[in-house]
């Protein structure tokens, strides 16, 4: 089955870059859609993106970011580690949360995320 | 982006018992509604697709139902491994947004 696993720094600077990786491990990188998601402390799950992968695609990777981060975020495909990452720049302490990277599952119109990785906490300090 | 509200925030119960988890959209997401079951320090799990179907692998005590605005989890007959927070998801338009979610604790 699928898993995912998330990896990355645990505290970051404010004003730096937060960098993340999800590695995949039972289904190629280009069979499915990738999300990150995160939760605050004390708050509810937010959507940051998705990425996917597919030679045949015409987007290399196709994106689609949260309008509220967008400005600030890059996702990426390593198809040669079976990986994908999060970039998020000019961090605050607004951004401290733990981190899921999931499987952005689509049938029809449907879209919901399974599995998810274990989540990463990610601190901002000053 | 649509909001969704889901009530109790917190709920103490027994085993055994059937308890129920709300969520309402702030507009009509159809069936476009998602449960999730989340433990500390795990993945969260899909419990529920499509407002209603189950996912395979869940116990059959779990089920969801509603459309439209406002949508039901009920879990019947909780066992000890149920006590968990659970959460509701809209896909029915970008960006997706989530329940605040519900903790539900041993009573």
């Known amino acids: 089955q699928v898993q995912l696993q998330e990896s990355g720094p645990g505290l970051v600077k404010s004003s730096e870059t937060l960098s993340l990786t999800c590695t995949v491990s039972g289904a190629s990188i280009s069979s499915y859609y990738w999300s990150w998601l995160r939760q605050p402390p004390g708050k509810g799950l937010e959507w940051i993106g998705y990425?996917?992968?597919?030679?045949?695609?015409?987007?290399?990777?196709?994106?689609n970011y949260n309008p509220s981060l967008e400005n600030r975020v890059t996702m990426s495909v390593d198809p040669s580690k079976n990986q994908f990452s999060l970039r998020l720049n000019s961090v605050t302490a607004a951004d401290t949360a733990v981190y899921y990277c999931a499987t952005d599952v689509r049938s029809g119109s449907l879209n919901w995320f399974d599995p998810w990785g274990q989540g990463t906490l990610v601190t901002v300090s000053s | 982006d649509i909001q969704m509200t889901q009530s109790p925030s917190s709920l103490s119960a027994s085993v055994g018992d059937r308890v129920t988890i709300t969520c309402r959209a702030s507009?009509?997401?159809?069936?476009?509604l998602y449960w999730y079951q989340h433990k500390p320090g795990k993945a969260p799990k899909l419990l529920i697709y499509?407002?209603?179907a189950v996912q395979s692998g869940v116990p059959s005590r779990f089920s969801g139902s509603g459309s439209e605005t406002d949508f039901t989890l009920t879990i019947s007959g909780l066992q000890p491994e149920d006590f968990a927070t659970y959460f509701c998801q809209q896909s029915y338009s970008s960006p997706h947004t989530f329940g605040q979610g519900t903790k539900l604790e041993i009573k």
């Open positions: 990425v996917y992968y597919s030679r045949r695609a015409n987007c290399n990777p196709c994106v």
């Open positions: 499509a407002a209603s």
């Open positions: 507009q009509s997401i159809t069936t476009h």
